[in-house]
């Protein structure tokens, strides 16, 4: 089954570095298959015979501790889901050259209680757009993610769960890397 995986917090500010040739050896030493990653920030597309995508957040999160010594957690879902989620966004269609970094996916670890979603969408400027439709947080920054008090921090403070985003370009072009 093919999966894509997103990491949380590497490479960013020269934290927790992990060369992108070192992350894939370390999933082809898991006995992934077909394994390719995409830009510095944690993104591997791979093939697995194992089904439960929990198990292999679990493989890779302690396969990473193992190595490096810190905690990075994972997010993994099959590359449907990324068909899914493109489908499925509220703020289609999305000019890719005009919001393509200012639409973006947050991922969370689970299903957000309803009374810390809606503290957390206090946070929001006027301008600024939060959907859920699952464990699938849709964000619209239209003055750009660095500027938006709802950074992956912040929203796991408020919901108590983990979260790590993604940009629109970055979500349409992993969903390519796993089709092609």
Known sequence: MKYISILRGINVS??????????????????????MTYIQSGNVIFDSTEADTA?????IEGAIKDQYGFEVPVDVRISEDYQKIIKNCPFAPVDVEKDGTKI????????????????A????????????????????CPNGYGKTKLSNAYLEKKLGLTATTRNWKSILKLRELAEG
């Open 14 to 35: 020269g934290q927790k570095k992990i060369l992108m040739k070192d992350l894939k050896a370390l999933y082809e030493g898991l006995n992934f298959d077909n394994v």
């Open 104 to 119: 973006l996916v947050t991922f969370l670890s689970g299903m957000p209680d309803p009374d810390k979603l809606a503290a």
């Open 121 to 140: 969408r206090k946070a929001a400027t006027l301008s600024e757009v939060m959907e859920m439709d699952g464990s699938v947080l849709y964000l619209h």
């Open 55 to 59: 198990k292999l957040e679990n493989m």
